[in-house]
């Protein structure tokens, strides 16, 4: 779930690619490009195909050229299977070197446009590969999700039918492309496009034999929930507004009470939940005027409440987590303007108001809970991806590796901690043995946790990693990633390496040797 701003950048924008040889590379396809646009694809029509030859490419719209791109065939078309729908999609086929495999690659936020990034990241390592705008237009701030008050088909369609068409759309133009299917499909997506990810395993388990989810927004209508809770947190009223500044109170005082618990003093938590941090501890003094290394009772409230996440006023009952301790130098709503994406899931599906106003609800107020519990009703069967059955995903020999930042500002790390939790319920039953059933799951999907790291990228810890590549050795060579090394790095000069390790191990340092060295730190269970 990112930003329009897209302040957040792509994960696989600026990591380290690490190519692994496909078993059977092909130099060039049987057919020209051309051809394509002769093809005939069921609820498809084609409205772009060319070849684009000379390195570079400038999306629609845009007048900033893509560069560095080896020769490619373009397909773009709109898939149309309902009368609302109007899914705009893209094919990126390379014309020499195809390694036979095929990726989607995923969205942001509420979508709304095709994922050229990430598009030509996948075709600079040899893949073919696919986006989705997700099925409308991207609208700015808090008109995002008007589409969907407007169309209802068109929810359907950004929460799971316009990947899947996609994904069948564009396997039958490698077909026709390369004159064979692609030996081996992956998706690859952070946040909207972690979500979307695991909605393809949950719901259409034969498209992927592998999946990267990462920092994945699943849980959609409790997300929506939680980030709004952060809103009127911090903007209902000025007195609780938490400026840089006051961030930088919290920050420090969480470091300075917790960083040293894991071994190393290093700015980062290696595991937040460890952390006992209470903001009152820099709450300013009775009389004090400056307030420049303390904060208010009234932010200490608003900081409390975020770390907290949502409640439900009733029961008390946890509606998503809060954010991590180590997170604060991040955290959104630093000014009167709201995060936009949870302000337009309420203003276009909760309320269906244009004019609502997000300062009108209070959780407490009978009529404001009552509208999400009904919204959440009717919206959750088709946002959220939370189902933990992935029996069938597994059943085809399908591997998933999801990964989220301890730091991360938007979406709650402890989300994915609880998706995994429920996994590894749902396939160890009523068995007390809670190591077999990670070893169990951990035979088709890992998680890893990593400390330091903010939403989808950036952050103080080691955020740079090849998920995908891991992805491929576990898919296609039967090499399960027990460490995954990340890397931090200031301009471009790497000055520390980290393991990220499966959930629910982490990193613990050895006791001696460099402590920015990933040599010198092994994976352990609850150490």
């Known amino acids: 779930m990112r930003s329009p701003a897209r302040i957040i950048a792509s994960i696989v924008a600026g990591l380290p690619v690490i190519f692994i040889a496909a078993t059977h590379a092909q130099t060039s396809p049987p057919v020209t490009c051309a051809s394509l646009a002769e093809q005939r694809l069921p609820d498809t029509r084609l409205t772009a195909v060319e070849a684009i030859t000379g390195g570079s490419f400038t999306p629609p719209g845009s007048s900033n050229a893509i560069a560095n791109l080896p020769p490619f065939c373009r397909v773009a078309g709109v898939i149309e299977p309902t009368s609302e729908s109007h899914i705009v999609f893209e094919t990126w086929l390379p014309q020499q070197n195809w390694n036979g495999r095929f990726a989607g690659v995923g969205n942001g936020g509420w979508a709304g446009n095709v994922s050229y990034g990430a598009l030509a990241e996948q075709i600079r390592r040899g893949y073919a590969a696919a986006s989705t705008d997700t099925g409308h237009e991207g609208q700015p701030a808090t008109n995002s ?3 969907a008050f ?20 564009a396997k039958a133009l490698v077909r026709a492309f390369y004159g064979k299917p692609p030996e081996r499909s992956y998706w690859v997506g952070c946040s909207s496009g972690g979500y979307e990810g695991l909605m393809e395993a949950q719901r259409f388990p034969a498209d992927y034999d592998g999946i990267v989810a990462g920092a994945p927004a699943n849980n959609w209508t409790r997300l929506m929930a939680g980030d709004f809770d952060g809103i009127l947190a911090v903007l209902k009223d000025s007195a609780s507004n938490l400026p840089a500044s006051a961030l930088g109170v919290l920050y420090r005082a969480v470091l300075a009470q917790c960083d040293a618990a894991d071994g190393v003093v290093d700015g980062v938590l290696d595991d937040p939940r460890r952390c006992r941090f209470d903001p009152a501890t820099v709450q300013c003094a009775a009389g004090d005027q400056t307030r420049a290394a303390c904060l208010t009772p009234a932010q200490v409230d608003a900081a409390r409440r975020v770390y907290r996440g949502a409640k439900d006023p009733t029961s008390g009952a946890q509606l998503y987590p809060g954010l991590a301790p180590g997170s604060e130098p991040f955290w959104p709503n630093r000014d009167a303007t709201p995060f936009p994406i949870p302000i337009a899931h309420y203003k276009w599906l909760v309320f269906g108001d244009p004019n609502w106003d997000w ?21 959750a069967p088709i946002l959220n991806a939370t189902d933990p059955n992935l029996r069938a995903f597994r059943e085809r020999g399908g591997k998933l590796l999801q990964y989220h930042g301890w730091s991360d500002q938007l979406i709650a790390a402890q989300n994915s901690v609880d998706y995994y939790e429920s996994v590894l319920s749902f396939f160890g039953g009523a068995s007390p043995d809670r190591s077999a059933a990670v070893r169990d799951v951990q035979g088709f999907y890992r998680l890893f946790m990593a400390p330091g790291m903010a939403h989808c990228s950036g952050g103080p810890g080691p955020n740079a990693f090849d998920m995908q590549a891991a992805l491929e050795q576990w898919v296609e060579r039967g090499i399960a990633p027990d460490t995954i090394v990340a890397t931090h790095s200031i301009n471009g000069v790497i000055d520390r390496s980290r393991p ?7 990193a613990v340092y050895k006791g001696k040797g460099d402590t920015n060295d990933a040599a010198n730190f092994a994976c352990r269970v609850n150490p």
Request: aromatic residues 14%; neutral net charge; contains cysteine.
């Open 145 to 147: 999700a008007r589409f």
């Open 359 to 379: 300062r009108t609800f209070r959780w407490e107020d009978p009529a404001s809970y009552q509208a999400h519990v009904k919204a959440e009703s009717r919206l």
């Open 500 to 506: 990220l390790c499966p959930y629910p191990a982490v």
């Open 150 to 169: 407007e169309h209802p088909e068109q929810l359907v369609d950004f929460a799971y039918r316009a990947h899947h068409e996609t994904a069948s759309k």
